[in-house]
């Protein structure tokens, strides 16, 4: 009775959420370093199946580094990141392809279906959803050294998403994207999931980003956590290298989005127990949030 009880006035408090978000689309990016653990992962599941229950519409859209970088040793293959992008031959391709499109997109989907939900996985060769175009990117310069301007092999940026596609799955499923893009070429492209994540939620007009990660949010040069950033001030945090290595795709990830209409972004602990119902059903949230 005493858990009926605490269950109902759980309910009631989410009421207000859920008219606010009710109808609304909120992209979920689910790193590869956040899917850990069967109960967190079991419990994330869980939180996007009772999102779409209730009428808001999620997509989420997955990393899985952790995962290439397991099979990648596993087949004694050397991988090495440029400016926190893989170098990508086509080798790491088709191992990249395999593992997100394949074995990390195909979990998911069933850690929904499991929970309760119905979910289609999706990589960006289907229906045209992704395309991409190479990306060049700039290594890290030295006192000694200039930034030279690289090709990193398979490294792509997002050139377009086909919000239709999205839409049509989301209709009666819960969309799963691999960060995999096609080329004009038709070739695959590897991208950095966060960039595909802000993409899809400027495409669809998403209400919010959420970015699960494996640290509280951004946190400054003292370990604590800034809980809010405008989206201007990502420039000067990146130059005072605040924000740098993984954050640095993630805070441009949610500039793209804001700027392309999303109301929040939000960078949050994907290794806390029901983050992604925290984040949105309480008005202080968690993490960091970024807006224009
Ligand atoms: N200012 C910062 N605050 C928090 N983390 C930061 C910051 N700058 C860089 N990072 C790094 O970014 C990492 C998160 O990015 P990443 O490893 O790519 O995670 P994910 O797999 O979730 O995309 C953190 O674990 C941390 O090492
Ligand atoms: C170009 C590039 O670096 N792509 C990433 C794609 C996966 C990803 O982004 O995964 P996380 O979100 O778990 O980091 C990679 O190869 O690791």
New binding site residues.
Partial sequence: MQELIEKASTLVESLPYIRKFYGKTIVV???????VETELKNNFAKDIVLLKYVGINPIIV????????EMLGKMGIK?K?VS???V?DRE?MSV?EMV?AGKVNKDIVNLINKNGGSAIGLSGKDGHLLTAEK?MVENDSTILQAPEIMD?GH??RVKSVDADVIQAVSKDFIPIIA?VGIGDDYEAY???????AGSVAAAVKAEKLIML?DVRGVLDNDGNLISSIKANDVPRLKNDKIIKG?MI?KTDAAVTALEAGVNKAHIVDGRILHSVLLEIFTDSGIGTQITL
Avoid at 29 to 35: E, Q, T, W
Avoid at 62 to 69: E, S, V
Avoid at 190 to 196: C, E, F, K, R, T
């Fill in positions: 990016k689910y790193g590869g370093s956040a899917m997955h990393g899985g580094g952790p995962q290439i970088a991988t990141f926190g992008m893989r990508t790491t990249v997100l990306l990193i490294v792509g960060p590897n991208i950095n999931a966060d960039l595909v990660t993984g795709p």
